[in-house]
């Protein structure tokens, strides 16, 4: 049992940070090879493998590109255990250091706009907060049954969410790599990854 | 328009902080004036107020308490615009302070339980966080309805987004202080707060 009020008191900030491997990760990738959405949800799934190997986190990994060039802008991984945060989504992470990068809580400012490539369809949370990040276009790699057949919780998520999106303008992509993107979430069941309680994904 | 690119790479960590103002005021606040929900309302109202008058925010709060006895562990206001982040809303980060406090990412394991109590029901993001939290209880002031009456955005929830959250095992309290929550979001249109874009609330 942790206890929750001793001694401190009430925190001011958080901080969530990417895996130490992640930099040098991120310096190796040219947007050379970021220039479609089948590059660039590749590079998205080797980060959610190198995740799980390097035993920082759970096997879902996203990125924002700027929509003009193909320009990486942020990545994300799970950080949801080692971080101490359940907010901590791949998706979330990718969506709060981007929009810490291009200095604005609205990407659609981002020149040609942004979108977001997610290895998995995301979860209940993360669906709601691509609205509010400003991206315009989301791709996905495995589909959310994908991640429930494996025993991953998605949480509730409105019945048609993809048109909900769509409704906003904002352009859905979905199966990108989608058997490469299974495999992922499979390796890491099939390795013994923590499908981790009530509390995350 | 941003230029998301120039310069920097992608960041490695990203950090969201409460207003100047927060730590004083949560030290003001005795165990004793939040014992039930009504005063545990009024000092997350208070909360919400006071970030609109120091123009630090939108005009949300929510708190974290412990079940077992009430005391306060985090708090959170609406930060989306000062600190460039979308997913900055009060409960969210109610939600990552508490976690950081209690040292884990799953609130169910702090004795007795965790509440999340917020000045407003839950937009879809925050919705769909409240279960990954950990917290087994909520208890809400103004409705989503009043929000969006007001011109606020709530986002795409499921239907019936309380029975969702029962189901769970997640208890649902609404409507506490109610006429004075929805004076809060009232007072803030009125005064010309920035009722911001697609991408904020």
Redesign the interface.
Known sequence: ?????AG???????????PDW??TF??SASNERLRDDDARMAFVLELARRNVREGTGGPFAAAVF?RRDG?????GVNR??P??????HGE??A?????????????????GG?ELVTSTEP???????I????VSRIVCGARDVDARAIGF?E?????D?VG?LRD?GIEVVRDVRHEEAVAVLQGYADGGGEL??????
């Open positions: 049992m942790s206890d929750a009020t401190d008191r009430p925190p001011m900030h958080v901080t969530i940070a990417l992640a930099a991120v310096a700027a320009a990486l802008i942020a990545i949801v255990v971080e101490q945060c359940s907010v901590a979330m992470l969506i709060m250091t981007a929009q810490h990068r291009a200095a604005t809580h609205d990407l659609s400012t981002v020149e942004c979860c209940a949370m993360c669906l709601g907060a609205p509010w990040s400003g919780d949480g509730a998520k409105p019945n969410w909900s906003r981790y309680n009530a509390g995350g994904r």
